[in-house]
């Protein structure tokens, strides 16, 4: 039964509304474990996994999923050694987990073959071996699991574990970028940026991060915003590579360069010739808590900054404020540039 992996690791929420049903169809699941029934297995053991209609309780949700995998069911193999690798319901068990991840990708699992990679590369329950990790992640490639397909395409492109083989990597990275995979879109991207299939080719370059950065990957919007600053592959627009930069600084994992950008915006606004940096007057203009950013005229931008051009003010500003955010942020991602402004403004 493959429907479990479908359903997230978090747990849901408690609906009310929907409890009858869910015990409902609970009474028919017991029913049909009277019977030995090993999807019944599976759906009980989700139920409890997740809280859906029962109390969430792990140790039933594994004692459940060991019924199913007695059972000969493959699903609930897997989902056993998931519960050994976190040490969820059952003590952890790392060599456990692989022995059971093995054997549901001997069944042609294509997850669990992905998982086996990652024991090989990682060294969970088996002593780490790249080739052997190479194996097993191209099984899971080749069985239409995503995140095979991408860690194959990373393998060839850096060899791990193979050959390196930039054209490889490209055929890997493509299937899974063509299905919506950020991680594989950018790092197409990066392969055209970087003349590693021939030649620099910027545009298709631009074409990748812009898919990957509107998915969410604050890397591809940081190269994006690079192609925007210096008219790679499109026409040159600070004020669009601001506002990249911008939304890699706020992305839920913070790209540390676009943080330092934008704190280094900030900072400049301090610079009393600010009226002659072109640059750095239309990256504030992406900066500063206007209602209407497009449209605020350039004196009147010029004009707010050397309001707060004395350095104490600036600090105590909003501007300020978020300049010494970003400063922060990218040094906690270990940014050396950030961690010596740091040091400067609060005089360490």
Not at 151 to 169: P, Q, S, T, W
Not at 263 to 284: C, F, H, I, S, W
Request: with cysteine.
């Amino acid at each position: 039964d493959e429907e479990d992996e479908e359903y997230d690791e978090e747990d849901e929420e408690y609906d009310e509304e929907d409890n009858g049903s869910t015990q409902e169809m609970l009474k028919w699941y017991r029913k049909a474990a009277e019977a030995c029934n090993d999807v019944a297995y599976m759906r009980i053991a989700r139920c409890y996994k997740i809280g859906d209609g029962v109390w969430q309780n792990q140790e039933e949700a594994f004692k459940w999923y060991k019924k199913a995998a007695d059972a000969g069911n493959i699903r609930g193999v897997f989902q056993c050694a998931e519960c050994y690798r976190e040490g969820r319901g059952v003590a952890e068990d790392d060599e456990k987990a692989f022995e059971l991840y093995k054997k549901a990708a001997n069944e042609g699992e294509a997850d669990a073959c992905f998982m086996v990679g990652e024991c090989y590369s990682k060294g969970i329950g088996v002593d780490s071996n790249d080739f052997r990790a190479f194996k097993w992640y191209l099984k899971s490639a080749e069985g239409n699991y995503l995140n095979g397909q991408t860690e194959v395409g990373f393998r060839y492109d850096i060899g791990l574990g193979v050959k390196e083989d930039h054209l490889e990597a490209k055929k890997w990275y493509l299937r899974a970028a063509e299905r919506g995979d950020e991680i594989s879109q950018f790092l197409l991207g990066y392969l055209y940026e970087n003349g590693d299939l021939g030649k620099v080719d910027y545009n298709k370059a631009y074409e990748w991060y812009l898919k990957s950065a509107s998915n969410g990957h604050s890397e591809a919007m940081f190269r994006l915003a690079q192609c925007y600053e210096y008219g790679k592959g499109v026409s040159k627009n600070i004020k669009t590579a601001y506002e990249w930069y911008k939304e890699a600084a706020d992305a839920e994992a913070p790209n540390a360069e676009s943080c330092y950008k934008i704190a280094e915006a900030y900072y400049a606004q301090k610079d009393p010739n600010l009226d002659k940096r072109t640059g750095v007057m239309l990256a504030a203009a992406v900066l500063l808590p206007v209602t209407n950013l497009i449209t605020i005229p350039t004196a009147v931008i010029g004009s707010a900054i050397k309001g707060v051009s004395n350095d104490y003010k600036f600090l105590k500003s909003p501007a300020g404020k978020d300049m010494m955010k970003y400063y922060h942020i990218a040094a906690s991602l270990d940014h050396q540039g950030a961690i010596k402004r740091l040091e400067e403004l609060e005089g360490k």
